[in-house]
């Protein structure tokens, strides 16, 4: 199956082939006829990353918040940032920077600079669950561009209700297969996603682009109070 990556700059066509490699890859083991298909962790998420990354890169750079020579890493990044999704968090991280810089060297046209900030960039994509609270790594960043990545790995946090909800069904279904996520196991799902909604975004620009996140909370919320009554 052939997956195509999205629309770039022209002056960015450079990545195109690492993106389109990149996508394969995710299609062929997480895709819906992959070696272990996942229904969150696939290439829709990864090219909806890629997509929002885009734009809150042109914001950020707009605004004088990102060096225009972080874009293209930062697009490189996101595309690798969960190829070896399937070896968890932690481990997927690092084995995507090992994959995505054996690639990048391969493709050619990329300094040394460039391989090291799509590391930091797919390290800045952890995230960290202790009792269940989300808690993204690169909260602890202070490099503008990581945190924006961070962000549109979340970006459907903030999205409108009905595209939230969508993603959010889809995590839970590949979280706990053998779950009721829907249903009468929605609270035990429920309240982590709450806490990370209320946490917010990690830049300005996510925070303008994606402002629904305490709506999302707020609808999780009415459906809590619903189960219990």
């Known amino acids: 199956m ?7 700059d022209p002056e960015l066509e450079i990545i195109r082939p690492v993106l389109d490699r990149a996508t394969q890859i995710i299609d062929e083991e997480y895709g819906p006829e992959g070696r272990q298909p996942l229904d969150y962790h696939n290439v829709d998420h990864t090219l909806a990353a890629v997509y929002d990354t885009i734009k809150l890169a042109d914001l950020a750079i707009k605004r004088g918040n990102l ?11 996101m595309g690798f940032h969960d190829t070896k999704q399937g070896l968890g968090p932690g481990n997927n991280e690092r ?24 590391g930091d960039v797919i390290s800045g994509t952890v995230n960290l669950a202790p009792e269940g609270r989300v808690r993204q790594a690169a909260r602890d960043s202070a490099d503008y561009g990581v945190r924006l990545a961070a962000d549109a790995d979340l970006a459907p ?9 969508k993603n959010f069904k889809r ?45 999302n909370a707020r ?10 009554g």
């Open 2 to 8: 052939s997956v195509e990556a999205p629309a770039i």
């Open 67 to 77: 060096d225009p020579r972080r874009k293209k890493p930062l697009l490189v990044g």
């Open 95 to 118: 084995a995507s920077i090992d994959l995505a810089d054996q690639i990048m060297i391969e493709e050619g046209g990329y300094s040394q600079e460039d391989r090291d900030y799509v």
């Open 157 to 165: 946090s903030g999205k409108p209700w009905d595209i939230y909800w």
């Open 171 to 215: 995590l839970a279904v590949e979280l706990w297969p053998d779950k009721d996520v829907e249903g009468r196991d929605f609270a035990e799902f429920a309240p982590g996603q709450i806490y990370l909604l209320r946490q917010g975004f990690l830049t300005a620009e996510a925070e303008e682009l994606f402002p629904h996140r305490e709506e």
């Open 219 to 228: 609808h999780l919320e009415a459906m809590l109070k619903q189960l219990d």
